[in-house]
């Protein structure tokens, strides 16, 4: 049994819920479920118990259905506890200089502090999910906004339900890079939404450097990340666990808050 476990991460997304176990810094394991397999998430959880007797469980989540469901189900998993949330018991520790700082999503802002946190500078993180985001970090780690656009899998989606002839297709990675020109249905599919991402990212990065003034670092995550951008020189680094790490810094930023806060009142 592994007492240095310090942190339980459960980063619930529109279509996917990824799952990390922190020891410290180390990212011990991680899995990935649909996020409506509540099932499936509970039965990950109680799994690990071996590892430790006893560990915080934090979630952030945009889609409140789904994280209320899988909650319910962990209410057994009396080693996880407490269960605390982002944004309700531990907030984001970061700057958003948009119109609307409290509509950002969880997801966009706990990526943008990792990113920022790793490269300690201005960066551009792309995450490639249910809806592709292109937000930039400025040099004093503020959230200036971005873009969102749809995923690979949305595009995919709205090519098969807004026409007679293309079908319902499953994403294939493999196919991307096989031939630049798609020589049948399926295949040109594929490498469209691909390059549409890639062109998307690219456009978006040159018209961020216009305003910056340089080219900013470029990191991606997100579930199809690694296979759009594993190539791509745009791209410096691919983070698949972006977002929990965030959570992680979060976590670790109101613990030392606590800690401070309690010397003072010692003192």
């Given amino acids: 049994m592994n007492d240095r476990l310090q942190l339980a991460t459960l980063a ?6 990824r799952i990390g176990l922190f020891q410290g810094e180390e990212l011990l394991g991680a899995q990935s479920f649909a996020s409506t397999d509540t099932a499936g998430i509970v039965e990950w959880l109680a799994s ?5 007797a006893h560990c915080p469980l934090l979630v952030a989540s945009v889609h409140p259905d789904a994280s209320e469901k899988i909650l ?8 996880l506890t407490p269960q ?4 309700r018991d531990v907030p984001i520790p970061i700057t958003a200089n948009v ?17 920022w946190a790793s490269t300690e500078g201005p960066c ?17 780690g503020v959230f200036q906004g971005g873009a969102i656009a749809p995923g690979i899998r949305m595009m995919l989606d709205a090519l098969a339900r807004g026409t007679a002839a293309l079908p319902q297709l499953t994403f294939d990675a493999e196919r991307i890079d096989a031939e630049p020109i798609g020589k049948d249905t399926e295949h040109a599919m594929t490498i469209g939404v691909a390059e549409a991402t890639r062109g998307l990212v690219s ?10 003034g340089a080219y900013p670092r470029v990191v991606a995550t997100g579930g199809d990340a690694g296979a759009i951008f594993a190539s791509d ?15 992680r810094l979060a976590f670790e930023a109101l613990m030392h808050e606590h800690d401070s806060d309690h010397a003072e009142a010692e003192g």
């Fill in 99 to 115: 119109r609307h700082p409290d509509k950002v999503g969880q997801d966009r802002l706990l990526c943008a502090m990792a990113a």
């Fill in 48 to 52: 690990q118990q071996r590892r430790a």
């Fill in 124 to 140: 551009v993180i792309v995450d490639v999910g249910t809806a592709t985001t292109v937000d930039y970090i400025d040099t004093e």
């Fill in 203 to 212: 456009r978006l990065v040159e018209r961020y450097a216009g305003v910056i």
């Fill in 233 to 247: 020189p745009i791209v410096e680094h691919i983070v698949p666990d972006l977002q929990l790490i965030g959570m």
């Fill in 84 to 87: 605390l949330r982002i944004g």
């Fill in 72 to 79: 319910a189900g962990c209410q057994d998993l009396a080693w």
């Fill in 12 to 17: 619930v997304g529109n279509t996917r819920a």
